[in-house]
């Protein structure tokens, strides 16, 4: 069975620009949760979408979006790209029946130069 | 507010027995969660204990919660050099809406296993 699967894997881009980064939950999971890992923070909760609407979003600023598609896919949109968004930015999937397991996927390295 | 404190760096000898230690403020948790990141890699869920249990021992691995004391604890036995990478604790948030909602993470200890 696959897991989480990220697209890119890499994506440099220009300050100012926007980046959009994708991310196919487990199959059967309807849960997607999205982080930001950037070198000194940590792992940072983004958003969270379940059956297709948004649950739960971190402390992060408007310019960051997503949405979920009814397959549960998922895109996180950055607008107006600044430098510090250089991170990795890790997806996830849950199922609310199994919800207590919470599976990542390899992640997209986004650069903004 | 919520809050997930780990040590950032252990080093241990292979064969030795590893622990890597957590604490949490949110009592309302239900799960607690080990995960593995390896260099330029994602995070593989290790493990996970639910917050009315005390241990969980999975093979190499075994988890202690100390739920009065809001510590927790991962113990790799026979550490190999294939063990050396970051480990992230993290608590899954108050029940929102039944599901488990978003997770709170340490920022990781790095373990290092010598030969």
């Known amino acids: 069975e696959a897991g989480v699967t990220q697209s890119p894997t890499h994506l440099i881009k220009t300050r100012g620009q926007q980046a959009t980064l994708r991310c196919s939950p487990i199959s059967g999971h309807t849960s997607v949760y999205w982080y930001q890992q950037a070198l000194g923070l940590g792992l940072q909760f983004l958003l969270w979408?379940?059956?297709?609407?948004?649950?739960n979003r971190g402390n992060f600023p408007p310019r960051f979006s997503g949405r979920q598609f009814p397959n549960y896919s998922s895109e996180l949109n950055v607008n107006a790209l600044e430098l510090e968004d250089s991170a990795l930015y890790l997806c996830a999937s849950s199922s609310l029946d199994i919800s207590h397991t919470i599976y990542f996927g390899e992640g997209s390295w986004l650069t903004v130069v | 507010g919520e809050d997930v404190e780990q040590s950032l760096f252990l080093s241990v000898r292979e064969g030795d027995s590893s622990v890597i230690n957590c604490t949490y403020t949110d009592s309302s948790s239900t799960y607690l969660y080990w995960y593995k990141q390896e260099p330029g890699a994602g995070l593989q869920l290790l493990t996970y204990i639910f917050s009315n249990m005390d241990m969980k021992q999975d093979q190499r691995l075994t988890v202690l919660l100390n739920k009065k004391d809001k510590h927790l604890s991962l113990r790799i036995a026979d550490t190999q050099t294939g063990d050396s990478a970051i480990y992230f604790c993290?608590?899954?948030?108050?029940?929102?809406?039944?599901?488990?909602?978003?997770?709170?993470f340490g920022k990781g200890t790095k373990l290092s296993v010598k030969p």
């Open positions: 979408y379940d059956e297709g609407e948004e649950r």
């Open positions: 993290a608590e899954s948030q108050a029940n929102y809406g039944g599901s488990q909602g978003n997770l709170i």
